[in-house]
């Protein structure tokens, strides 16, 4: 390349991302989005395998992770302007895979309508200028409960995966086999992985993930790659078996507050508090406290989740991972271009990604599960009539497998406690509303 087309693109890449303008320059931002994309690739591994336990083929989430995870940071970059990665949430996917699929029997293709139905409402929301009110209307409270409960969940579906712990009759739930060579390298790999985030080490997710799989090839315990073809190929995986799969109509039929409800609250609360806290990080808060841009992060993260669906994969949502390239200097959307395009490359090594065994990835749900637990010293437990509820959120999350139930609890406690604690003043009309659709919707699954 010669100076003259350096400098042209230099100067193309200067007119799409103001780098002077935000005080950074080109290498800063390369090598903040080759630090987001460490931090953020365990998902090309872990997304696929909860969605293979609900039914959808492996290859075909494998692409749909990655090319959803691509265009909508690509939509992020060139929309907002922003150094954030977005990615099938966790949580998001657990709620899809083992409870809407899981516990309700619906089939994969109809969580993905309900997927799609929570986009369109998400964006609805976001045009509209609603969500400000549904945000308000919710105590601070109950929003931290909503975290830690989703971490708590997505801990025991890790624990569950990695063997630690097992169905019991006697009990429920009892100690697994911790003698069996899968469930030993999963605790490897937990041990391995919790000593590098120790460390402060980027990266340590998915390094724990491929030593751990590593390891088991070694052992003989998973099938380890017999060619180069194994690990890497030119022909790439297709979403045939899940793009355009959505089942939209069996969706609706089966009922908004059940499901689209709870992805399109979950989505809302969740990638808010991320954004919030990630625009702080990179000085895109003006001294009013108005974040720049925000309306279009927000649209980009709503049409993101109707790609989502279409591709065949659950929610994507913004990243807090994105937090490690922001550290590194990342203050645009060049960032973001730069994870967008390491995920795509990161197509021509599917096999590889395939090749991962469930037990390597379960270490990094415990883990996730267990950063997700810092918002619990944010909830007020000295207030009885606050901190019930949000023991409530928290606790129905994982003993009913399910992310709805612990919202309904916790909405519904919340606003017949004060009440009749004689707090009714606490009790918006929106939080009446939202408890009284939980009820209504206990109602008709009870039927």
């Excluded at 950074?24 to 953020?40: D, P």
């Excluded at 606490?426 to 009820?439: E, Q, R």
Aim: net charge neutral; proline share 3%.
């Amino acid at each position: 390349m010669t100076t003259k087309e350096t400098t042209e693109n230099q100067g193309i890449l200067e007119k799409l991302f103001k780098l002077k303008a935000k005080g950074t320059t080109i290498k800063t931002e390369l090598l903040a989005g080759l630090t987001t994309f460490v931090a953020l690739a365990y998902i090309m591994f872990v997304n696929p395998n909860i969605l293979a336990d609900a039914g959808i083929p492996k290859e075909a989430a494998i692409a749909s992770t990655i090319w959803a995870t691509a265009l909508a940071t690509s939509l992020m970059a060139f929309w907002a302007n922003y150094p954030i990665a977005l990615a099938p949430g966790m949580g998001l996917n657990a709620f899809f895979a083992y409870y809407v699929v899981g516990v309700l029997h619906l089939s994969w293709q109809v969580a993905l309508g309900a997927v799609f139905f929570s986009g369109i409402l998400f964006l609805i929301l976001t045009l509209g200028g609603i969500r400000q009110a549904i945000i308000r209307s919710v105590p601070m409270n109950l929003k931290c409960s909503i975290g830690v409960g989703i971490g708590l969940f997505i801990a025991f579906i890790g624990l569950k995966g990695a063997g630690i712990i097992a169905a019991d009759k006697a009990t429920f739930i009892s100690l697994g086999h911790l003698l069996d060579p899968k469930t030993l390298l999963a605790c490897f790999g937990l041990i391995l992985t919790a000593a590098l985030m120790a460390r402060k080490i980027k990266g340590s997710i998915i390094m724990g993930i491929l030593a751990t799989t590593l390891l088991s090839m070694i052992c003989g315990v998973s099938p380890t790659p017999q060619s180069l073809n194994d690990i890497i190929s030119f022909n790439l995986p297709s979403m045939g078996e899940t793009f355009m799969q959505l089942d939209i109509a069996g969706a609706w039929n089966y009922g908004i507050f059940s499901i689209i409800f709870t992805f399109t609250i979950v989505e809302l609360f969740d990638n808010m508090g991320t954004l919030i806290g990630l625009t702080r990080k990179a000085n895109l808060v003006n001294k009013d406290g108005e974040i720049e841009n925000l309306d279009k992060a927000l649209t980009t993260d709503a049409v993101g989740t109707l790609g989502s669906a279409l591709f065949g994969t659950s929610t994507v949502t913004s990243y807090i991972e994105s937090a490690a390239g922001i550290a590194e200097g990342g203050k645009t959307g060049l960032t973001a271009l730069t994870v967008a395009v390491l995920f795509l490359i990161s197509l021509f090594f599917a096999p590889l990604i395939g090749l991962v065994p469930g037990f390597a990835t379960a270490p990094a749900l415990i883990l996730v599960g267990a950063l997700m637990m810092s918002d619990i010293s944010q909830v007020d437990f000295t207030d009885f009539t606050e901190g019930f509820p949000a023991f409530m959120t928290i606790i129905m999350m994982p003993l009913t497998s399910s992310i709805a139930n612990g919202f309904a609890f916790g909405f519904i406690s919340y606003t017949f406690i004060k009440f009749f604690a004689g707090k009714g003043k606490d009790v918006s009309w929106i939080m009446c509303l939202v408890s009284l659709a939980f009820l209504i919707n206990f109602y008709m699954r009870l039927q």
